[in-house]
């Protein structure tokens, strides 16, 4: 099991990288132009009111003690006040990060759905007209922005078949499911558009290998080659590619939910940005941060977990 | 008894080339066979054949028999094949590292084509992986079989794809250059490993190499290949004893002298063609000493050396025995 002891000392490793990210944040979010008392009060407002919130808020103090501040708040458990919202980051992430992640959790596992059948296909129909067309739909799809997509899909599904809501989030389970598909097919599109023509390279990669050959000369059946060997061998580089495009993703959720007015942290990030909410902005962007960090982690273990050669 | 039978083998690839052309051998049960010649001689390629598993696309079979057991394999249908490939036939590689699957553990790729061909279940073929681990020579096999390849030194994964092959109890193995990646403290382990199964299963062989050292050691007979034609058979004591064709003297000429020597490799002249520009006439007569005008327009057939039961050859002048073919160089 020694292979595995990394996933003790790593998030260890992470410190410093979460350290930085807290930084840019930090820094990049003050250095916006706009101010979040001018803003909440309104353009009539008196200097000395927007005085006292920038008091209230610690927003007067020098930006190294702020940080400190942030710091401090951040290892007692809070992540500072929203200026708009006057509750607890944290409370507010707390409330909204669910859509958010079941909309990529959703998005990954239908874009996986997608993509291994349409891959296996195009590799074992190499050069037929099922492999041609499964490239000429996946290069397609990788020239089509999310945004676009997701209208596209609105105008299809909903507004002329009226199979799915045009946009929110449902309070009950199956309700939350039937909003949630849209937008989940939207992101999977672009998303199995990358891995099909991933995978499908990797599987053909591996079907040269002399392992096959060798497992042929046993009498063992095509399929049984294809799944029990070539395709746990492919699957290796593809999954690293997958927690890449899943980090890529978990930033593109600001996009999709402004689309589909999903209100997840993607929704909250973008309105906390216009309203100058720092301590939102924050606490959203590492949240974020921490859920791309965590992927790759993840996708170690998978790799470690697949290919007994890797020592990590 | 003879197991395999080759008569009139012909490859050719997309351009109508053969590259093997009109080989015909035989395995009996329990009878190593060598299968001598230089790399691209197309005794691989005669091998997998006899497997249906040509390497490469644009490869066919344009005619000959394959009849193992008697019945002619290139009529088979591919269902037909898969029960004969593992179960009958069975084949190793030279680089046993890559004709492994890395991700998979050795225990899982030998029980596999017990599973296959038996229907053992997961356990039975698990216990017989061990037992065939353990026949092989690998220490500990109780342990090792949940091992993965890479945790195999290279000589005992040249054993564990040999264990891989005999789980189907095969009747004939093609071994591929076995032992050509190999230590030679190791090779010898291999080859010594070969005969033994041999002895002990009844096992029919079929040794693709290039060293006529492995050859001399292991094999009960030899055929040597040329530029994708078969040269010489016979016994092994024959052949390299008292060799007709002078390809196969000259191959025995460069074998390096155990004494050392005087510090001269012998070598044959010339390279061995290409598969696009074979000679007209006997392949080999461009490099031959003992070449005439009939060698560089008619083809060689074999034919039986007078007085020995089964040792043949394809040369004009393989009963005026010379030894002026070899050219000593460098």
């Not at chain 2, 005669?46 to 028999?65: D, F, N, W």
């Not at chain 2, 492994?100 to 030998?110: A, D, S």
């Not at chain 2, 299963?201 to 040597?224: E, N, P, S, Y």
Request: aromatic share 6%; net charge positive; proline share 5%.
């Amino acid at each position: 099991m020694h292979r595995y002891r990394f996933v003790l000392w790593r998030p260890f490793q992470l410190l410093p990288v979460l350290f930085g990210i807290s930084v840019l944040v930090f820094v990049m979010v003050r250095s916006i132009p706009g101010d979040p008392a001018r803003i909440l009060l309104g353009v009539r407002s008196t200097p000395q009111a927007i005085a006292r919130i920038r008091a209230q808020y610690g927003l007067d103090e020098p930006l190294w003690l702020q940080y400190f501040y942030f710091v401090r708040n951040l290892l007692q458990g809070e992540m500072g006040k929203s200026i708009i919202y006057r509750v607890d980051t944290l409370k507010l992430i707390d409330s909204r990060i669910q859509p958010t992640i079941f909309l990529v959790l959703g998005s990954v596992l239908l874009a996986v759905l997608i993509a291994v059948p349409l891959a296996t296909g195009a590799a074992r129909y190499r050069g037929r007209l099922a492999d041609h067309a499964i490239r000429l739909i996946s290069t397609i799809g990788l020239g089509l922005p999310a945004f676009w997509l997701g209208i596209m899909v609105i105008l299809l599904f909903s507004i002329s078949l009226h199979w799915f809501p045009v946009s929110g989030y449902g309070s009950d389970w199956a309700e939350r499911l039937h909003h949630l598909f849209l937008p989940c097919l939207t992101v999977a599109l672009a998303l199995s558009a990358v891995l099909t023509r991933n995978l499908r390279a990797s599987l053909l990669m591996e079907l040269q290998n002399d392992y096959v050959t060798a497992a042929r000369a046993r009498g063992l059946s095509e399929n049984h080659i294809f799944w029990r060997h070539v395709m746990p061998n492919s699957l290796i580089p593809t999954i690293n590619l997958l927690a890449v495009n899943i980090g890529w993703l978990i930033g593109g959720t600001v996009v999709i939910e402004s689309v589909f007015a999903i209100p997840g942290l993607g929704q909250l990030l973008v309105k906390a940005i216009i309203s100058r909410d720092y301590m939102v902005v924050q606490g959203v962007v590492l949240v974020f941060a921490l859920a791309t960090v965590a992927v790759n982690l993840l996708a170690d273990l998978l790799t470690v977990a697949l290919d007994p050669r890797v020592k990590l | 008894m003879t197991l395999l039978r080759v008569s009139d083998l012909t490859i050719q690839d997309r351009l109508g080339t053969a590259l093997v052309d009109g080989v015909s051998l035989s395995v009996d049960r329990g009878e190593i066979l060598g299968l001598v010649g230089e790399s691209g001689s197309g005794k691989t390629l005669a091998c997998r054949a006899m497997m249906r598993l040509l390497p490469g696309e644009g490869l066919t079979i344009r005619g000959g028999e394959i009849r193992l057991n008697g019945a002619d394999v290139l009529t088979y249908g591919e269902k037909q094949m898969m029960a004969v490939r593992g179960r009958e036939i069975g084949m190793i590689f030279q680089n046993p590292a890559s004709h492994l699957n890395p991700v998979m553990t050795i225990g899982r790729q030998i029980a596999e084509g017990r599973r296959r061909h038996f229907g053992a279940s997961r356990r039975e073929a698990r216990q017989h992986a061990i037992e065939l681990l353990r026949q092989v020579g690998i220490p500990d096999p109780a342990s090792r079989v949940d091992n993965y390849p890479h945790e195999f030194s290279g000589g005992m994964r040249q054993r564990a794809m040999i264990a891989v092959a005999l789980a189907c109890e095969p009747k004939l193995l093609i071994a591929d250059e076995p032992t050509t990646a190999l230590d030679v403290t190791v090779q010898m382990q291999v080859l010594h490993l070969l005969r033994d199964l041999r002895d002990r299963l009844g096992l029919a062989v079929i040794l693709i190499t290039h060293d006529l050292g492995v050859v001399a050691q292991t094999c009960d007979r030899i055929a040597v290949m040329y530029a994708g034609r078969l040269c010489e058979t016979g016994g092994k004591r024959e052949v390299l004893g008292a060799p007709l064709h002078p390809y196969t003297r000259g191959l025995i000429e460069c074998q390096p002298s155990s004494d050392g020597g005087a510090g001269r490799m012998i070598t044959i002249q010339g390279q061995p063609p290409l598969a696009q520009r074979f000679p007209a006439g006997c392949r080999f007569h461009p490099r031959c000493g003992s070449a005439t005008a009939e060698c560089a327009s008619v083809q060689p057939e074999m034919r039986v050396e007078p007085g020995a039961d089964s040792h043949a050859a394809a040369c004009h002048h393989a009963a005026s025995v010379v030894n002026r073919g070899m050219v000593h160089g460098h």
